[in-house]
């Protein structure tokens, strides 16, 4: 027998998973919730468990001050990605990839992705880098490959607002932290409020219309 599908009243429920070793993406990562949330969205914020040696941490200040940082914010877990109706993933480039910590999460989702648990759902992507040219966009691309074999239904930024004529990636919020040199600046923080209020809308239209 079928769940009942969930009332379309219901509120759209966004998790924001994400991983960040020295803060960029732990800030956008709270931009994009709070901006969630204000878009009357129920959210969790997950950030992917360390897979770095101590030694590496705490070599590296900024690294070791994230850490102490987003202490209280929970580790993911596979449950959250099955609770919600949008999923954002945010990792920093890492060669123009993905950060091996958050893709050892993604890993973890096949026996969702069997039962079919992470199909319908609506996936958006964040990233950062510390150079312009550095793979912002191939990051992106990378991350949405996996989403395509969810099932998955990508909402990308595109050029929807005015403000992605500033920003310039219709990919996904992105920012160039000059290695530290240039924290988050109200143009990233306006392209992941853009792209929260855009998922929360996608998807409470996407519930609505699977619920019918
Ligand atoms: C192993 C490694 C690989 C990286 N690869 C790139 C890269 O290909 N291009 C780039 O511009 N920055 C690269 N970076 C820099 C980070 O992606 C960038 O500083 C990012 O904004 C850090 O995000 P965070 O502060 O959330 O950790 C790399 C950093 C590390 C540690």
Redesign the pocket.
């Known amino acids: 027998m079928s769940t009942p599908a969930a009332p379309a009243t219901a509120p759209v429920k966004v998790a924001v998973v994400?991983?960040?070793?020295?803060?960029?993406?732990?800030?956008?990562a709270k931009e994009i919730a709070d901006a969630a949330e204000k878009a009357g969205a129920q959210v969790r914020l997950r950030r992917a468990p360390e897979l770095a040696p101590r030694s590496a941490v705490e070599s590296n200040p900024?690294?070791a001050q994230?850490e102490r940082a987003t202490a209280d914010i929970p580790e993911v877990a596979v449950d959250d990605f099955e609770w919600a109706d949008a999923v954002f993933l945010g990792t920093?480039?890492?060669?123009?990839?993905v950060?091996s910590q958050l893709k050892q999460v993604i890993d973890q989702l096949s026996p969702l992705w069997a039962a079919g648990k992470l199909a319908d759902k609506v996936y958006s992507g964040f990233?950062?880098?510390?150079?312009?040219?550095?793979?912002?966009e191939s990051t992106l691309l990378a991350l949405y490959n996996s989403i395509h074999h969810f099932g998955g239904l990508i909402a990308s930024p595109g050029y929807t607002d005015p403000s992605k004529f500033v920003d310039g990636n219709p990919y996904g919020t992105s920012?160039?932290?000059a290695?530290?040199n240039n924290p988050v600046d109200e143009t990233s923080r306006t392209a992941a409020r853009v792209q929260a209020e855009r998922v929360v809308r996608i998807t409470r239209g996407v519930k609505a219309g699977l619920a019918v």
């Open positions: 994400y991983y960040s070793a020295t803060g960029t993406i732990s800030t956008l900024a690294w994230n920093p480039t890492r060669f123009g990839n950060s990233t950062s880098s510390a150079t312009q040219h550095g793979g912002q920012h160039v932290d290695q530290g």
